[in-house]
């Protein structure tokens, strides 16, 4: 069974930092962009963050550019997401998810397989 398990997510002051990783299991996703999503309450999910199977090409939100860093680990099938300089508005649900093809697209449907997600909560 093909899995992604997202970990990394709690509550944290704003200005601090958190890790998120998002670790594949039942099969292999080479070849394949890897994203990161985020849902807050009443909001639809929205893309985060996305790289390629090489890590050359990257896709960032502007409202995480300077403060998130996407990279992975493809010998270890895990992505991660440095998060830094938290801002209350980061608060959400993210979700890591494979994509179909190996472009970094910020597009949902591009995307077909999907983590339960990790909570991010960032107090003021």
């Known amino acids: 069974q093909v899995q992604l398990v997202e970990s990394g997510g709690g509550l944290v002051q704003a200005g601090g930092s958190l890790r998120l990783s998002c670790a594949g299991s039942?099969?292999?996703?080479?070849?394949?962009?890897l994203g990161w999503f985020r849902q807050a309450p009443g909001r639809e999910r929205e893309i985060v963050a996305a790289?390629?199977?090489?890590?050359?090409?990257?896709y960032y939100a502007d409202s995480v550019k300077g403060r998130f860093t996407i990279s992975r680990d493809n010998a270890k099938d895990t992505m991660y997401l440095q998060m830094n300089s938290l801002k209350p508005e980061d608060t959400a649900v993210y979700y890591c998810?494979?994509?179909?093809?190996?472009?970094?697209?910020?597009?949902?449907?591009?995307?077909?397989?999907w983590g339960q997600g990790t909570q991010v909560t960032v107090s003021s």
């Open positions: 998810a494979a994509g179909t093809t190996d472009w970094p697209t910020p597009i949902l449907s591009d995307y077909d397989y």
């Open positions: 039942g099969r292999t996703f080479r070849g394949r962009a």
């Open positions: 790289i390629s199977w090489t890590g050359i090409s990257t």
